[in-house]
């Protein structure tokens, strides 16, 4: 009888492998013949699924998407509408090691989308998928009444909140802040945005 092979589950298996190598050696280090060796498969078997590195890159990012998609998805929030947006932020942010590979892969595609349309068309929907998290924060926090006052419209303040966590996010990837730090710069702005004098740590 032939044996029945998880297509998809092996294309989850070689992406949890290109995260490990990520954070193991860096995502500039990503290659066919390392991933391979990660997942314990030859090069032969991994074109299979793969031909190019940057297919690999690129599913490897959207697996993350999903990832992350699916977690907030599960997450018991708190009751507090500005705690419950902090909780969901910092499943997107660097706060430990699975979430700081995560955005590795994800803001890897910044440089890397330059160059290559396939990787621009993830980056593209990383960057929208991001946006319309921090819209739908922001449109909660309003409909809640725990906006500060302002004449900024809820757009603008989704765009703000977006680069807040993106920056933040950039500057802990990049050594400049550790996670406490970037957890409570966040911690400030939603203290700033919404009015509270609340201590959110």
Same mark, same amino acid.
């Given at each position: 009888?032939?044996?029945?092979?998880?297509?998809?589950?092996?294309?989850?298996?070689?992406? %949890?492998?290109?995260?490990?190598?990520? =954070?193991?050696?860096?995502?500039?280090?990503?290659?066919?013949?390392?991933?391979?060796? =990660?997942?314990?498969?030859?090069?032969?078997?991994?074109?299979?699924?793969?031909?190019?590195?940057?297919?690999?890159?690129?599913?490897?990012?959207?697996?993350?998407?999903?990832?992350?998609?699916? $977690?907030?998805?599960?997450?018991?929030?708190?009751?507090?509408?500005? $705690?419950?947006?902090?909780?969901?932020?910092?499943?997107?942010?660097?706060?430990?090691?699975?979430?700081?590979?995560?955005?590795?892969?994800?803001?890897?595609?910044?440089?890397?989308?330059?160059?290559?349309?396939? !990787?621009? $068309?993830?980056?593209?929907?990383?960057?929208?998928?991001?946006?319309?998290?921090? !819209?739908?924060?922001?449109?909660?926090?309003?409909?809640?009444?725990?906006? %500060?006052?302002?004449?900024?419209?809820?757009?603008?303040?989704?765009?703000?909140?977006? =680069?807040?966590?993106?920056?933040?996010?950039?500057?802990?990837?990049?050594?400049? !802040?550790?996670?406490?730090?970037?957890?409570?710069?966040?911690? %400030?702005?939603?203290?700033?945005?919404?009015?509270?004098?609340?201590?959110?740590?």
């Amino acid at each position: 009888m032939p044996k029945i092979v998880d297509h998809e589950q092996r294309r989850r298996e070689l992406a %949890a492998a290109v995260w490990q190598v990520i =954070a193991d050696h860096g995502v500039a280090e990503v290659s066919i013949r390392m991933v391979a060796a =990660a997942a314990g498969w030859s090069t032969g078997a991994l074109r299979h699924y793969f031909a190019t590195r940057g297919e690999l890159l690129a599913f490897a990012c959207e697996q993350v998407i999903d990832q992350v998609t699916e $977690r907030i998805q599960a997450l018991q929030v708190p009751a507090d509408p500005v $705690r419950a947006v902090r909780a969901i932020l910092l499943e997107t942010m660097p706060v430990d090691e699975r979430r700081r590979t995560e955005d590795s892969i994800a803001f890897s595609f910044l440089a890397l989308g330059l160059g290559d349309p396939e !990787l621009a $068309r993830v980056q593209r929907r990383h960057f929208t998928s991001m946006y319309g998290l921090c !819209l739908q924060l922001i449109e909660g926090l309003a409909a809640a009444g725990a906006l %500060a006052k302002t004449s900024e419209s809820l757009p603008t303040l989704a765009r703000r909140l977006h =680069a807040v966590v993106d920056g933040l996010t950039v500057h802990v990837l990049a050594g400049h !802040l550790t996670s406490s730090e970037m957890v409570a710069q966040l911690n %400030a702005y939603l203290m700033e945005l919404t009015g509270t004098a609340a201590d959110l740590s």
